[in-house]
């Protein structure tokens, strides 16, 4: 029994750590391939760019793959096949790991306070 634990969790801690560097090489690629030039920095979404964040892995890379094999399904789509024409199977996995996993590691960042400085508070 003792050995099956320990199995299971070292099969668990290589599986998390897999994960943990798919999702920061999605976050590099989200951002070296401009992605965030329209869905953001926190991937929320501007103007009539939608959100990603935490959005379903599957759909997405159904998406990505979608645009990568040059199908659009509305003309303000179609920009995103240039996009995803250069994307390999691993760097799909890695975005959409990424995103769907999403954690907004600016938010611990920002304190609204620091809008107030400088005008007395009011």
């Not at 969790?9 to 590099?28: H, N, P, Q």
């Not at 040059?70 to 975005?95: K, N, R, W």
Request: glycine share 10%; with cysteine.
């Amino acid at each position: 029994m003792r050995l099956l634990l320990l199995v299971s969790l070292i099969v668990f801690s290589l599986f998390a750590d897999e994960k943990s560097d798919r999702y920061e090489r999605g976050k590099t690629l989200y951002f070296q391939k401009g992605c965030s030039n329209c869905h953001g920095s926190r991937a929320e979404g501007t103007g009539n760019y939608p959100s990603l964040a935490n959005r379903a892995k599957g759909f997405m890379t159904y998406k990505l793959n979608t645009f990568r094999k040059g199908v659009a399904e509305t003309p303000m789509q179609e920009m995103m096949i240039g996009f995803a024409a250069s994307l390999s199977d691993a760097d799909i996995d890695a975005i959409t790991t990424f995103l769907s996993d999403y954690v907004d590691e600016q938010t611990e960042k920002y304190d609204p306070a620091y809008e107030t400085w400088g005008d007395g508070g009011s």
